[in-house]
């Protein structure tokens, strides 16, 4: 068996992971010793991982199979007992982050750039996670940037690729490389913390669905759970086959990346609930027959009826949502007198929330939900906690919207992202606001008055860590409220994204648009974003 070889190498700037992950060009992944320096970096972030168990995986994108190989033997040159790895490569995150916690792993790395494109021209990411299952926290992400700028050398060990396509353990220098079925034991779960036979009663009596998985990796989950388990038409689950470019598409749950989806719960013979994941399944879009289920609602729908699911019989311990993410959920909260907590956008700030078991439900408004069943956001989670409210209700997705209007009200929200902006620019906007905000409250913006603004800093309960400048919060009298903070995972130029809500107790049937455009215009107010990005319109608009 070969030993390890020293590979000489020196520091690449620029690889500090983002909101989730590194991510970069899918070229820029394939230059000589980009991937290698980071995984090297990694392995320093975990604590090393000599004697230790690895989850692996990824979302089947282009280099997903390249990646795994070169990841596979580094870990065994380092030392590692196990790695633990999808067939083919594959895992979505929330079945990584599951096998993490079942075997017991130190950690795990999921090749993805979520939602980004993928493909040669297209985007490529690598998550950490850590042994709760959950994505690495900012101290471990921090450890990790450090190490990648002090690198000089990584170890690797020289062999043939292994037969990713065959479960069953093989061995690369020391280190047994143990491939696994990525779906089963994720379904397993699933049965177990909801309702099968009711949902299956309810498809045999003939409800329908769509469940739209954008050729990216919860094809074969869904397949399996939906159709296979639950009885859903053949064919209920399209775009089901992984491709390594997403069939050229953008895999985004969302109107705009799933428009055919979208449209198609509007035109007749609409199914009666009509759902689409990510890239790495940790997203979800619920559409009902007419109907659009914005995340944010989705969040609080979810809180007000999640007892009907046997895994949460017994109610919520708390709620989280990330402090872009519309205070929908929160009035749930105060209405059954839940915990609730506002957390910086991504995933791993809810990690110390759940692990204490301070919350149950989490949720973000970039179409993330998710619960204490595993620390991730979980795409197939939400669609089944749907689908088993409706088996118990007997009621419509937009019969459970209206009548959740109808009890909290409507909390009207959107968001609003500019894209490849100048970087300069973006920054310089963020600043210039930043700057501005000790004085604002008090002052007319277009329409509104400022009440409250503040640059958003985040004190996690649990172990007391903080977070600053993660967002700038904008409250008018009234209650609207506007975000706005640049994306942390993209990767040209800045996306600036802004977030708008405005609450109505009493009335549910205006155009979301029409019903926030005095929060749109007192941002220009606020901020002269028209003039200073030159850009009229946003380009993605959910
Ligand atoms: C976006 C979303 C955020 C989400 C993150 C990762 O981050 O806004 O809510 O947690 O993507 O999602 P940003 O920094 O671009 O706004 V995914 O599905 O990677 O894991
Ligand atoms: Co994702």
Same mark, same amino acid.
């Given at each position: *068996?070969?030993?390890?070889?020293?590979?000489?190498?020196?520091?690449?700037?620029?690889?500090?992971?983002?909101?989730? %992950?590194?991510?970069?060009?899918?070229?820029?992944?394939?230059?000589?010793?980009?991937?290698?320096?980071?995984?090297?970096?990694?392995?320093?972030?975990?604590?090393?991982?000599?004697?230790?168990?690895?989850?692996?995986?990824?979302?089947?994108?282009?280099?997903?199979? $390249?990646?795994?190989?070169?990841?596979?033997?580094?870990?065994?040159?380092?030392?590692?007992?196990?790695?633990?790895?999808?067939?083919?490569?594959?895992?979505?995150?929330?079945?990584?982050?599951?096998?993490?916690?079942?075997?017991?792993?130190?950690?795990?790395?999921?090749?993805?750039?979520?939602?980004?494109?993928?493909?040669?021209?297209?985007?490529?990411?690598?998550?950490?996670?850590?042994?709760?299952? /959950?994505?690495?926290?900012?101290?471990?992400?921090?450890?990790?940037?450090?190490?990648?700028?002090?690198?000089?050398?990584?170890?690797?060990?020289?062999?043939?690729?292994?037969?990713?396509? $065959?479960?069953?353990?093989?061995?690369?220098?020391?280190?047994?490389?143990?491939?696994?079925?990525?779906?089963?034991?994720?379904?397993?779960? *699933?049965?177990?913390?909801?309702?099968?036979?009711?949902?299956?009663?309810?498809?045999?009596?003939?409800?329908?669905?769509?469940?739209?998985? *954008?050729?990216?990796?919860?094809?074969?989950?869904?397949?399996?759970?939906?159709?296979?388990?639950?009885?859903?038409?053949?064919?209920?689950?399209?775009?089901?086959?992984?491709?390594?470019?997403? %069939?050229?598409?953008?895999? @985004?749950?969302?109107?705009?990346?799933?428009?055919?989806?979208?449209?198609?719960?509007?035109?007749?013979?609409?199914?009666?609930?009509?759902?689409?994941?990510?890239?790495? %399944?940790?997203?979800?879009?619920?559409?009902?027959?007419?109907?659009?289920?914005?995340?944010?609602?989705?969040?609080?729908?979810?809180?007000?009826?999640?007892?009907?699911?046997?895994?949460?019989?017994?109610?919520?311990?708390?709620?989280?949502?990330?402090?872009?993410?519309?205070?929908?959920? @929160?009035?749930?909260?105060?209405?059954?007198?839940?915990?609730?907590?506002?957390?910086?956008?991504?995933?791993?700030?809810?990690?110390?929330?759940?692990?204490?078991?301070?919350?149950? =439900?989490?949720?973000?408004?970039?179409?993330?939900?998710?619960?204490?069943?595993?620390?991730?956001?979980?795409?197939?989670?939400?669609?089944?906690?749907?689908?088993?409210?409706?088996?118990?209700?007997?009621?419509?997705?937009?019969?459970?919207?209206? @009548?959740?209007?109808?009890?909290?009200?409507?909390?009207?929200?959107?968001?609003?992202?500019?894209?490849?902006?100048?970087?300069?620019?973006?920054?310089?906007?963020?600043?210039?606001? $930043?700057?501005?905000?000790?004085?604002?409250?008090?002052?007319?913006?277009?329409?509104?008055?400022?009440?409250?603004?503040?640059?958003?800093?985040?004190?996690?309960?649990?172990? %007391?860590?903080?977070?600053?400048?993660?967002?700038?919060?904008?409250?008018?009298? /009234?209650?609207?409220?506007?975000?706005?903070?640049?994306?942390?995972?993209?990767?040209?130029?800045?996306?600036?994204?802004?977030?708008?809500?405005?609450?109505?107790?009493?009335?549910?049937? =205006? @155009?979301?648009?029409?019903? =926030?455009?005095?929060?749109?215009?007192?941002?220009?107010?606020?901020?002269?974003?028209?003039?200073?990005?030159?850009?009229?319109?946003?380009?993605?608009?959910?």
């Amino acid at each position: *068996m070969s030993a390890p070889i020293r590979v000489a190498t020196r520091p690449i700037p620029g690889q500090k992971p983002g909101t989730s %992950g590194l991510r970069a060009k899918t070229r820029v992944f394939m230059q000589p010793h980009y991937l290698e320096n980071f995984v090297e970096a990694v392995w320093a972030g975990l604590g090393g991982i000599a004697g230790k168990t690895l989850v692996l995986g990824g979302d089947g994108r282009y280099f997903n199979d $390249r990646a795994a190989q070169v990841i596979m033997r580094m870990a065994a040159a380092s030392g590692a007992s196990r790695v633990i790895v999808g067939q083919n490569g594959l895992l979505s995150t929330p079945a990584a982050s599951h096998l993490i916690r079942t075997r017991g792993a130190d950690g795990g790395v999921i090749l993805s750039a979520s939602h980004n494109p993928g493909g040669k021209d297209g985007d490529l990411g690598v998550k950490v996670n850590i042994s709760n299952g /959950g994505p690495a926290p900012e101290a471990v992400t921090a450890r990790i940037h450090a190490a990648t700028q002090a690198l000089e050398q990584y170890l690797i060990v020289e062999s043939q690729d292994l037969d990713l396509a $065959r479960p069953g353990r093989q061995r690369l220098a020391e280190t047994v490389i143990e491939v696994v079925d990525p779906v089963a034991d994720y379904a397993d779960l *699933m049965e177990r913390l909801f309702d099968f036979s009711a949902m299956r009663a309810l498809i045999a009596d003939g409800f329908s669905l769509r469940f739209d998985a *954008m050729h990216a990796v919860t094809g074969p989950y869904a397949i399996e759970i939906l159709e296979r388990r639950l009885g859903a038409e053949p064919g209920s689950v399209i775009n089901a086959v992984p491709l390594s470019d997403f %069939g050229g598409g953008h895999p @985004d749950p969302n109107p705009i990346w799933a428009k055919a989806l979208h449209d198609a719960v509007f035109a007749p013979q609409a199914p009666d609930l009509a759902a689409a994941s990510d890239g790495d %399944g940790d997203r979800n879009m619920i559409l009902g027959r007419g109907i659009y289920v914005s995340p944010s609602d989705s969040l609080a729908v979810l809180a007000a009826h999640a007892h009907l699911a046997p895994g949460y019989a017994g109610g919520l311990a708390g709620v989280a949502r990330s402090m872009p993410t519309s205070t929908a959920v @929160d009035r749930v909260a105060a209405a059954r007198g839940l915990p609730c907590y506002a957390t910086p956008t991504g995933w791993k700030y809810f990690g110390n929330l759940l692990d204490a078991g301070r919350v149950t =439900l989490c949720g973000e408004e970039s179409f993330g939900t998710g619960s204490d069943h595993v620390p991730e956001k979980d795409g197939l989670w939400a669609v089944l906690m749907w689908l088993n409210i409706l088996a118990a209700t007997g009621k419509s997705v937009a019969a459970i919207l209206h @009548d959740h209007w109808a009890e909290f009200g409507r909390t009207y929200y959107s968001r609003h992202d500019y894209e490849a902006l100048d970087a300069d620019v973006a920054q310089a906007l963020i600043e210039d606001l $930043r700057s501005s905000l000790p004085g604002l409250a008090g002052d007319d913006a277009g329409p509104l008055r400022v009440s409250r603004a503040e640059d958003f800093a985040y004190t996690d309960p649990v172990d %007391g860590s903080s977070s600053t400048g993660q967002g700038i919060e904008i409250t008018f009298e /009234g209650g609207a409220r506007a975000v706005l903070r640049l994306s942390g995972t993209g990767t040209e130029g800045a996306t600036l994204r802004l977030y708008l809500e405005r609450y109505s107790p009493d009335d549910p049937s =205006l @155009d979301p648009q029409a019903a =926030l455009t005095p929060v749109i215009t007192a941002v220009e107010a606020l901020t002269g974003l028209t003039c200073r990005t030159g850009r009229t319109a946003a380009d993605v608009i959910t």
